[in-house]
């Protein structure tokens, strides 16, 4: 299957600081990218949609001035999280698919982030 | 709306048993549906998906999955369980009218016993 690359993997911050991550479809042309968060043994959560080009769509409830999404390739969505506090600690995933809504979406690694 | 329901929380199978891992969605349209995998601190792995073709759909690593239009189900089943099938599954929706958004179901443990 295809591959989608997240990074980094791990990262620890200072509250106040702001952390970017990177998802990176290495061997296709990723249309539509997804964010999701993850909490402990809970299922994932989206947090926003984005295609290449276009300003992504959020949830609701997720604050779009605090988890800023840029999607400027196919082949290239960054998540950056703004002024992170503890509370913004989790596991995020980023997820992404070609140019059909029939087909799978390939996931990332995730990254596991801990705000101190 | 449209959503998937995991029936179960948590699946606990002896090494070699068969294993059911219970899926049911609600879909006003002819869903797109997937099993995905996650071992610990990982991303996901796709098993297998169904996308309006066979309703019998095999996967990966002997799992396969049956849509069952009149039980809106899409259980996940092998029939035999391997110690490295332990690990979280989700069932997953795509929303064609939200532009094929992926809706996950809350997740089951599976726990593989020796």
């Known amino acids: 299957g295809a591959v989608v690359s997240q990074h980094p993997s791990r990262v620890i911050c200072k509250s106040g600081t702001s952390v970017k991550i990177e998802c990176r479809s290495l061997d296709f042309q990723a249309t539509t990218m997804f964010w999701y968060r993850q909490f402990p043994k809970q299922s994932l959560m989206l947090m926003a949609t984005?295609?290449?080009?276009?300003?992504?769509?959020?949830e609701q409830g997720v604050e779009k001035d605090k988890f800023l999404i840029n999607h400027a390739s196919l082949t290239l969505s960054t998540l950056t999280v703004t002024s992170a506090h503890p509370e913004d600690s989790s596991f995020y995933i980023c997820s992404a698919r070609g140019d059909s809504t029939n087909t799978e979406a390939f996931f990332g690694q995730g990254t596991r982030l801990t705000v101190v | 709306a449209q959503s998937v329901t995991q029936l179960d929380s948590h699946v606990s199978v002896s090494e070699g048993t068969p294993v059911l891992l219970r899926c049911n969605y609600s879909?006003?349209?002819?869903?797109?549906l997937f099993w995905y995998v996650q071992h610990p601190n990982k991303g996901l792995q796709l098993l297998l998906k169904?996308?309006?073709?066979?309703?019998l759909v095999k996967g990966i690593n002997g799992f396969e999955a049956e849509f069952k239009k009149s039980e809106t189900s899409f259980h996940l089943t092998k029939p035999s369980a391997h110690m490295s099938d332990a690990a979280e599954y989700f069932c997953?929706?795509?929303?064609?009218?939200?532009?094929?958004?992926?809706?996950f179901g809350q997740g089951t443990e599976l726990s593989v016993k020796p």
């Open positions: 879909s006003s349209y002819s869903p797109s």
């Open positions: 997953v929706v795509s929303l064609y009218n939200q532009g094929g958004k992926l809706i």
């Open positions: 984005s295609n290449e080009g276009s300003k992504a769509t959020y």
């Open positions: 169904y996308t309006s073709a066979a309703t």
